[in-house]
């Protein structure tokens, strides 16, 4: 492979730490670990983390099938193998002590994000590439909390859920990201199976400016009570061809997620206002705890 001439050393990336281990981060460490790269998942309490394990562990479970299934002693082989790959901690700062790409994939709010990037900024070596996963944040306000020379190998690295099946990466760049980095998270994004798309850093990049105004716009027909959720999730998908409704995709995403979203996009502009007002059903369901099928209830009843 030809030397870079760029300042920033480039180096494989072999070892990815994850940070989060909720729908996403498990998911992101889960496929990582399948394309034989080494994880380290990270959580604030071990509860977490063994959230995140059985996230992995019903996943792999559907991969293993698919790639063998036939063969019950090498779907479990499979399953063996990726696990050995996976490390998990609750300490960050030493997590990121070898790692050659951070994905952070915690909470959806600008000043936890900040915070944990400015750790990890003191922690991490200097060739260590950093990713948000945020879906709606502003990536070059996160990297903010980092320094110069961190925010030229910044960017957003934006998987879907779920993870495993979802075969699109969205790869956000900043005006300060080099370009040699862009390439070098292009490659390991196909390495672990998934497409690269290149966006630049605007509100919802390109899946989600499209898809959370539409999902809103959604639940204003409930809040209107112009159709039940039922109705509308079977108008979706049989008059439109979506894979799931809009009201059963919110649950599955997290209602407390599309509420940072939307609330966040309200106060930060960069948006047409009129498609981020305030939205009573998805307040109300977020204030009772109904957070979608990740709490057991949202719009449906999981349990
Ligand atoms: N783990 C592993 N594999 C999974 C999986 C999981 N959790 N869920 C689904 N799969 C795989 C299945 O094994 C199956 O694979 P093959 O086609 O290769 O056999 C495939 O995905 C389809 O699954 P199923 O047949 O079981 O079920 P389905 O056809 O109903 O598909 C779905 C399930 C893929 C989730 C589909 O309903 C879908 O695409 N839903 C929409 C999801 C979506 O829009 N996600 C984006 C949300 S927005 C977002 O993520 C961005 C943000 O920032 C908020
Ligand atoms: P989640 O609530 O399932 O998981 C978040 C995890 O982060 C939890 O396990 C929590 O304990 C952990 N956490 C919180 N603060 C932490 C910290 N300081 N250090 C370490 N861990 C911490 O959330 P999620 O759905 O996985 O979303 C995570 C991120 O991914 C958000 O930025 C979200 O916007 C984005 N995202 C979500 C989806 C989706 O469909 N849910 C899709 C794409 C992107």
Same mark, same amino acid.
């Given at each position: 492979?030809?030397?870079?001439? /760029? ?23 889960? &496929? ?7 994880? $380290? ?9 063994? *959230?995140?394990? =059985?996230?992995?562990? *019903? /996943? ?10 036939? %063969? ?12 050995? *790959? ?11 002590? %070898? ?19 400015? %750790?990890? %900024? ?10 948000? *996963? =945020? ?52 490659? &390991? ?5 998934? $497409? ?10 390109? &899946? ?72 009573? &059903? ?22």
């Amino acid at each position: 492979r030809a030397m870079s001439t /760029s300042a920033i050393q480039q180096k494989e990336i072999r070892n990815i730490t994850v940070i989060g281990a909720g729908l996403m981060g498990a998911g992101i460490a889960q &496929v990582a670990a399948q394309a034989q790269l080494k994880v $380290t998942l990270v959580d604030t309490t071990d509860k977490a983390l063994e *959230n995140g394990r =059985t996230i992995i562990t *019903n /996943s792999i479970k559907r991969v293993a099938k698919k790639k063998h299934p036939e %063969d019950q002693a090498k779907q479990q082989e499979y399953i063996d193998a990726a696990f050995q *790959n996976i490390s998990t901690t609750t300490d960050s700062k030493q997590a990121a002590k %070898d790692a050659d790409l951070i994905v952070e994939a915690i909470v959806e709010n600008i000043k936890v994000k900040q915070q944990l990037f400015k %750790d990890l %900024d003191a922690a991490a070596p200097e060739h260590t590439i950093f990713c948000s *996963n =945020t879906s709606s944040l502003s990536v070059t306000e996160i990297a903010k909390a980092t320094s110069d020379k961190r925010r030229q190998q910044f960017a957003g690295l934006h998987f879907f859920n779920p993870v495993p099946a979802m075969k699109l990466v969205e790869i956000v760049r900043t005006e300060e990201l080099q370009d040699t980095v862009f390439d070098q998270l292009a490659e &390991v994004t196909k390495k672990i199976g998934k $497409t690269p798309v290149s966006c630049k850093d605007t509100p919802g990049f390109i &899946v989600n400016r499209l898809l959370v105004p539409y999902m809103l716009e959604a639940f204003r027909i409930l809040d209107r009570g112009e159709a039940s959720p039922q109705d509308v999730d079977t108008a979706m998908k049989l008059g439109a061809g979506m894979p799931m409704g809009p009201i059963e995709l919110a649950d599955f995403v997290g209602l407390d997620t599309m509420k940072f979203i939307a609330d966040g996009w309200r106060e930060t502009g960069g948006i047409e206002p009129s498609l981020v007002t305030p939205v009573k &059903v998805l307040d109300d369901l977020v204030a009772e705890g109904r957070l979608g099928r990740k709490s057991g209830k949202g719009f449906y009843d999981y349990t």
